[in-house]
């Protein structure tokens, strides 16, 4: 066919042309991106900046036309001015070579069908502007579905360098060798858009694909934190009939001291008394911190440890914790807890002691815990104290869920034993609550 007198029937306008075709590319590409204020004026005043592409000459070096390139380059500009983009300069970068691939991917197919029709340059030029206009709407009409039903958004990250560097240095290929073809056929066509599809594919196929690993490795935590949550549920209750028991059995004796001091001597009267304050000492579990979900777990713990016979000393502000959930408040100190007590059991006399503090200094919470362990522990790669008991599948969680909480807090974690007395310290920075 006479490609020359066809283009020349398309290309109408010039490069400015070519320029409202990467303008629209971009509008597609960047569909879901965050528009900055007085969106549709910026456009309109990017399309009229772009007009003086239409006189824009050729500028041939090497064979190349690099007018094309002078395009390209006030593409970047019209987006840096439209979207705001998370890691600007590099996601506008990713954007624009996304934008040229996908005006790649139109253009060799509106070539291709343009092959297929007999004589296609006999046809008036409305026709042939008429197809023109139904590819490129069509092309970028399902690209625009794509990314609007697939939530994509044009991201950066150091991992998307390699990609980004990839779908460059294909469609920049494709760029020169296209302007080296001499007649262009179905098999270059074809090739230049697969090319071109590929590039296009890279580079917005690999956000969709890194959202669906991270949904997928989110899942995968939740799916074990519910575990966990049902496990703790399960020891809550439990836990809570230790606790009913405990009261229900001190207020029992309470009661029977106080009937029978009715019929004892001063002496003995006095001896009872002195019994039955140490009884009311129960009420020195019931912890007052300042946050009722600190409240609940310190006292619940608290009436354990006395029932094991463990003596459990703490300071706590809890009021630092204000900007974390009930939920996770609880699991961080049950967990917390529950292995020293786990620990403590081990040991006999004023061995079987837990101290746990927990203050506030520059907006960072620091909660430091320590009871004995006369014993060897052995640390895995992360930090994490390997589980004594022979059950690795289901032992084990407490730390860890201690350790994923601390990090959705973007805090830090440490564990260490030494002089047989083992340590656990936490940092969080206190951040505000976000409604």
Request: proline share 2%; net charge neutral; hydrophobic share 45%.
């Amino acid at each position: 066919m006479n490609e020359n007198g066809l283009i020349q029937q398309i290309i109408i306008l010039g490069g400015y042309g070519f320029y409202i075709e990467l303008f629209f590319a971009m509008i597609v590409i960047l569909s879901r991106a965050y528009k900055r204020k007085y969106f549709l004026l910026r456009a309109l005043i990017c399309l009229l900046v772009g007009f003086p592409c239409y006189y824009l000459p050729a500028l041939r070096l090497g064979g190349f036309d690099y007018k094309y390139l002078l395009i390209m380059v006030l593409q970047f500009f019209a987006g840096l001015f439209l979207y705001i983009l998370s890691g600007q300069i590099s996601c506008n970068m990713f954007s624009v070579v996304g934008c040229w691939a996908l005006q790649h991917v139109a253009w060799n197919l509106l070539g291709i069908l343009y092959d297929l029709i007999p004589n296609v340059t006999l046809m008036p030029q409305i026709g042939i502007l008429a197809i023109y206009y139904s590819v490129f709407l069509i092309v970028y009409f399902v690209t625009f579905y794509f990314i609007y039903m697939l939530k994509i958004k044009i991201t950066y990250s150091k991992r998307q360098l390699l990609s980004f560097l990839f779908a460059t240095i294909i469609i920049l290929t494709t760029m020169f060798l296209s302007q080296k073809i001499g007649q262009w056929s179905i098999p270059t066509r074809m090739y230049s858009l697969l090319v071109a599809f590929l590039s296009l594919m890279i580079l917005i196929g690999y956000p969709y694909l890194s959202d669906l690993v991270i949904k997928e490795r989110n899942l995968a935590n939740e799916k074990i934190n519910l575990e966990r949550m049902l496990t703790l549920q399960a020891e809550q209750q439990q836990l809570s009939k230790e606790t009913t028991d405990i009261l229900n059995m001190k207020f029992h004796d309470m009661k029977n001291q106080i009937i029978a001091m009715k019929n004892m001597n001063e002496e003995d009267r006095i001896e009872n008394a002195l019994e039955l304050e140490k009884s009311i000492d129960i009420y020195s579990d019931i912890a007052k911190t300042g946050n009722e979900a600190v409240d609940i777990v310190i006292t619940q713990k608290s009436l354990l440890c006395t029932s094991k016979g463990i003596r459990f000393t703490y300071i706590l502000d809890g009021k630092a914790l204000s900007f974390m959930a009930k939920s996770d408040i609880t699991s961080l100190f049950g967990n917390i807890i529950d292995n020293a007590i786990e620990g403590c059991e081990k040991e006999e006399g004023e061995y079987r002691l837990i101290k746990l503090r927990m203050f506030v200094q520059n907006s960072l919470v620091f909660i430091q815990q320590e009871n004995y362990f006369h014993g060897d522990i052995a640390f895995d790669k992360n930090g994490l104290p390997l589980s004594s008991k022979g059950d690795f599948i289901n032992h084990g969680y407490g730390t860890k869920s201690i350790r994923y909480i601390v990090e959705k807090y973007h805090g830090q974690m440490s564990m260490n034993h030494q002089d047989d007395i083992f340590s656990l310290s936490l940092v969080l920075p206190q951040v505000q609550n976000e409604e």
